[in-house]
């Protein structure tokens, strides 16, 4: 089954509101199979919906459609369907019926632009709307089987999960689409790529593909059909993604890289203290992130200030004076302050230059040194990122994340 | 100027990625005065981006495009774009200029499947991507004029702003649709609805609208005409709201509760330092978002264990065992202590329970105590918000903010 979603309303098209309901639709159908070709978002003219109700109903056997189905003159999918089917439209005893159970269970009278909403195409059926005015419609036109929800976003929730989805599952049962996500930090999405090509061939089953955000490259492996049919092909892929891409891999699904280095704190029975400069608190803030981390973060300080480098993170003032506050030996003078302080297992230094102001042409926007200190000795590294204030610091703080994780895989800790 | 959006990418499809780009585009667009048709979301097949390139471009004056432009073997955009200007796909020397001098900047080494980013339509023009490997392109397909860009949100923002919409308002100057945005903390909806019931009224000009968000409420207030003739039109409307909505309004446009907190310290030539539990360093994260605040915010400390209250912060301890991490005499010991550490003009203590975990009858998740400590003495607040843990700890960080927003408004310091 391939299908078609298409969001209707002039407050989409203007980018005024954010059409999250064709995400929500298209997860729901992939789930259960059926494959999502494309979505379309048009202004609510009874001519455009009618012109894209056309155009889906000529490629897809789905077309599911939300938005139009208001009280209001400007609410005109009702029109546009039946003129896509060819059909007049009539009053629908059923949801005539609705509309004045509704008001009078609300003490509320209906006005005359209510009873547009009792308008159904000829042969459509309703679809039940426990939460509003606007019932649904399926209706089929040519080939295609059309659904129209509401766009107000609790009834549309509700009629697809409730109502929709139980039709479509009934007309094709046993059948799903299951996705496995790997996600990666530090590596290329070039070496990636070149890594996992024959997994990432055009119409290999499970489909692999990559996405990138933040630094961050996902890999998402996926396929339809029987779940446990599926299953194991997706393991098989996984464990390849994971042996092939190495320690790049820091997890599956929605963990994020604080989650990795919070799960090998618990488990090294490790403790962290943070100091940072550039970064502001976001590695403190992503960290505490993750519920429980109390137990394993000590403390964060965000030295700004000279002074505060020097009197509470314990960076010695002639170190810094010879090098300067953004510099190799600082960052490991901080990270080896801050875990002497809190006698942490792990310290963390984290200097650079955020922008938009303060480059120089030796320390420019984006350079970062970050220094990780444990009982074995103190790590640093040096990287210049790119991007504006927000996304440096972003960045920096994924970096940071990154190297913690890499060092508390690397090394044990005494107890 | 009639457009059509098209966002490419089987995860967009697939609702695996929520496109927040489509909306984006078409706000800047129709800012301009450009009228949005519709959008479309596409799979990234080649044969997918051609057909629906090629159905924009016969509608449409002015396609503009996201996605596909990676340099992985899913990544068809400009295969398909040359097949719908039928034209070849040659090596561009500027592309292949940027993508080496990337590299070489980072010291990393190009791999062959890299120099799929260099290849261009014949005709098109590159688009400058000062923060990626992929250059954009601007092509003319028949009558349409045509614009790539990467999906990478932080790459696509910064070439909207700063390339696409210049060479778009070059083309087509005068009308356009003029946004004014007062931003408020603080208030209820139903209040800011009832003060502003006048300018709200359906069919008025300019539009006046309200959008929540975290806990802030925007006020909207726009009009589509010639900007000179709108301009004082959205003046006079913007200083009504200001004027009744009083303190509650923070800011305008971009604005957010930091900047107008940096804004007043820099007014007050005031410096700040920070104590955070709950919130884990995100007031700091917050404020550090605003670039040349380090000469402002000495120092913050995330204070998560109580070792580090005490010796860190300076909360006695007999204070903390008395009334528990989360108490009001804790609130305020951790503003002093802070100010006195740093010798700063203003405090911060924020102590509560995020949760999910470790709320009990009488202290419940959500409870949230803040204290603001200047030389005139130290206010406190208690709050119980509501929300998962990220949301708690959002609301609470915004509450801080604005609890200095309105202390820094209402006292001097000396400088």
Redesign the interface.
């Given at each position: 089954v391939r299908a078609v979603i298409l969001s209707i309303g002039a407050e989409?098209?203007?980018?005024?509101?954010?059409?999250?309901h064709?995400?929500?639709?298209?997860?729901?159908l992939?789930a259960i199979g059926i494959e999502?070709?494309?979505?379309?978002?048009?202004?609510d003219g009874a001519g455009?919906i009618e012109a894209?109700l056309r155009a889906a109903v000529a490629e897809a056997d789905l077309v599911v459609a939300t938005g139009g189905l208001g009280p209001t003159l400007d609410d005109c999918t009702r029109e546009a369907l039946a003129a896509a089917a060819g059909v007049p439209l009539d009053e629908n005893a059923e949801a005539r019926e609705h509309l004045v159970a509704w008001a009078k269970a609300r003490g509320r009278t209906l006005s005359q632009s209510n009873f547009r909403q009792a308008l159904l195409p000829r042969g459509a059926k309703t679809i039940p709307n426990p939460v509003g005015t606007a019932l649904g419609i399926e209706a089929r036109v040519g080939k295609a089987l059309v659904f129209v929800m509401p766009g107000v976003p609790a009834e549309m929730a509700r009629m697809l999960g409730e109502e929709v989805l139980p039709r479509l599952r009934r007309a094709a049962p046993g059948c799903a689409?299951v996705?496995r996500t790997v996600r990666t930090y530090g590596a290329?999405?070039?070496?990636?790529?070149?890594k996992l090509?024959d997994l990432?061939?055009?119409k290999r089953r499970p489909?692999v593909?990559?996405?990138?955000?933040g630094g961050m490259i996902d890999v998402?492996i996926?396929a339809t059909g029987a779940p446990e049919e599926i299953a194991p092909l997706l393991d098989a892929d996984a464990a390849a993604v994971r042996r092939r891409l190495g320690d790049a891999v820091f997890g599956e699904g929605d963990e994020r890289l604080e989650d990795a280095v919070a799960a090998l704190l618990a488990k090294r029975r490790a403790t962290i203290a943070?100091a940072?400069s550039?970064?502001?608190?976001?590695?403190?803030?992503k960290?505490?992130?993750v519920?429980?981390?109390?137990e394993f973060?000590?403390?964060?300080?965000?030295?700004?200030?000279n002074?505060?480098k020097v009197r509470?993170v314990g960076v010695p003032e002639d170190v810094l004076r010879a090098h300067g506050a953004v510099s190799e030996p600082v960052a490991r003078a901080m990270a080896e302050g801050i875990r002497a302080?809190?006698r942490a297992s792990v310290g963390l230094g984290v200097t650079g230059i955020?922008?938009?102001?303060g480059g120089t042409a030796e320390k420019p926007v984006g350079l970062v040194w970050f220094a990780v200190a444990d009982q074995g000795g103190t790590a640093s590294a040096k990287e210049?990122l790119?991007?504006?204030?927000?996304?440096i610091?972003e960045r920096a703080a994924n970096y940071a994340l990154n190297m913690l994780r890499l060092m508390l895989m690397r090394q044990s800790f005494p107890g």
């Open positions: 989409l098209v203007s980018g005024l509101r954010l059409d999250t064709a995400a929500d639709i298209s997860r729901a992939t999502v070709a494309r979505h379309e978002t048009v202004d455009e894209a689409t996705i290329a999405e070039s070496i990636v790529g070149e090509a990432m061939a055009p489909h593909g990559t996405a990138v955000h998402h996926y943070l940072e550039c970064t502001g608190g976001l590695v403190a803030a960290l505490v992130n519920p429980g981390i109390s973060l000590l403390e964060g300080v965000v030295c700004y200030a002074e505060s509470t302080r809190n955020a922008g938009p102001a210049i790119s991007g504006d204030r927000a996304l610091r």
